[in-house]
């Protein structure tokens, strides 16, 4: 399984960017898939999830401005980023819950490469 982001780049305080991550390779099902971040200097956080159902979950910091969205038939994760702010400034990452066949009792994690987001103020 393979998880491959984009669209990070570099955007003015206020703006907007868009973050696409498709999940592809051999598997049976995809459970939760997630945003993470990274800063310079911090740890790892959760941004949002999604389960295969469509329940959410935001971090307390995006609640408001970021909405997270995934196409089931694609294998595709979405997160759309509005009013940014330099402290959104991050490597974004996105992780999927992944069934390898039915068979399996508890998903397995996989990682993508991650994005950069920059914020310039």
């Known amino acids: 399984v393979q998880l491959q982001a984009s669209g990070g780049g570099l955007v003015q305080a206020g703006g907007s960017l868009r973050l696409s991550c498709a999940a592809s390779?051999?598997?049976?099902?995809?459970?939760?898939m997630g945003w993470y971040r990274q800063a310079p200097g911090k740890q790892r956080e959760l941004v949002t999830h999604i389960t295969s159902r469509g329940r959410t979950n935001y971090a307390d910091s995006v609640k408001g401005r970021f909405t997270i969205s995934r196409d089931n038939a694609k294998n595709t994760v979405y997160l759309q980023m509005n009013s940014l702010k330099p402290e959104d400034t991050a490597v974004y990452y996105c992780?999927?819950?992944?069934?390898?066949?039915?068979?399996?009792?508890?998903?397995?994690?996989?990682w993508g490469m991650g994005t950069q987001v920059t914020v310039s103020s």
């Open positions: 992780k999927a819950e992944v069934y390898g066949d039915d068979s399996d009792s508890f998903p397995r994690d996989y």
């Open positions: 390779g051999r598997f049976f099902s995809i459970d939760v």
